[in-house]
Antibody, heavy 124, light 107 residues
């Protein structure tokens, strides 16, 4: 069974930084694209970033590009999200998730496993 | 950015009733449309991939259809455990986007 466990969330002041971690088990971590998705309180889902198996391809939503960095350590079965210059709009539950691509697809398409999420609250 | 618009936003349904949720894309996305279910205080769970393909372990009462810009999620014979918010998601182009969600309540 795939397990994704996020950590590192908490309360941070406006303009501050936070690093989220995600520990993966029950899967060959190095074989999969991974993704971060966030959900604001009472709100909908927003894709944040994707990272290729080997970490050499990374994609971001415009609102976080230049402030957030997705990375991974395949030797440690871990995914990370470094978040800088945080603002109130970044307040959300952040989910670590596995992005799947079916055979023949060059890119991931859907998300088949999600962590339980970690809450990030940015206060002014 | 591709905008996904779901309708309705909220639906109150009697058990065993049929539920239909639609998702309209702002431009054609082929079949790169996926559906998720999120129960209160839980993480989302994938129900349907590529518009109509079933997911192992998901009850057969959940089905999807559509292509291009118009998609539908159907729940046949709603059960009490189906109370949740349902989201569509497009992966045709970056940034990935989600619909705003449809909350299904059991009467």
């Amino acid at each position: 069974e795939v397990q994704l466990v996020e950590s590192g969330g908490g309360l941070v002041h406006f303009g501050g930084s936070l690093r989220l971690s995600c520990a993966a088990s029950g899967l060959t971590f190095s074989a999969y694209w991974m993704t971060w998705v966030r959900q604001s309180p009472g709100g909908g889902l927003e894709w944040v970033a994707n990272i290729h198996h080997d970490g050499n391809e990374k994609y971001y939503v415009d609102s976080v590009r230049g402030r957030f960095t997705i990375s991974r350590d395949n030797a440690k079965n871990s995914l990370y999200l470094q978040m800088n210059s945080l603002s109130a709009e970044d307040t959300a539950v952040y989910y670590c998730a596995r992005a799947r691509r079916d055979p023949g697809d060059p890119s991931p398409n859907y998300i088949d496993s999600w962590g339980q999420g970690t809450l990030v609250t940015v206060s002014s | 950015e591709i905008v996904l618009t779901q309708s309705p936003d909220f639906q109150s349904v009697t058990p065993k009733e049929k539920v239909t949720i639609t998702c309209r894309a702002s431009q054609s996305i082929g079949s790169s449309l996926h559906w998720y279910q999120q129960k209160p205080d839980q993480s989302p769970k994938v129900l349907i991939k590529y518009a109509s393909q079933s997911i192992s372990g998901v009850p057969l009462r959940f089905s999807g259809s559509g292509s291009g810009t118009d998609f539908t999620l159907t729940i046949n014979s709603l059960e009490a455990e189906d109370a949740a918010t349902y989201y569509c998601h497009q992966s045709s182009s970056l940034p990935w986007t989600f619909g705003q969600g449809t909350k299904v309540e059991i009467k």
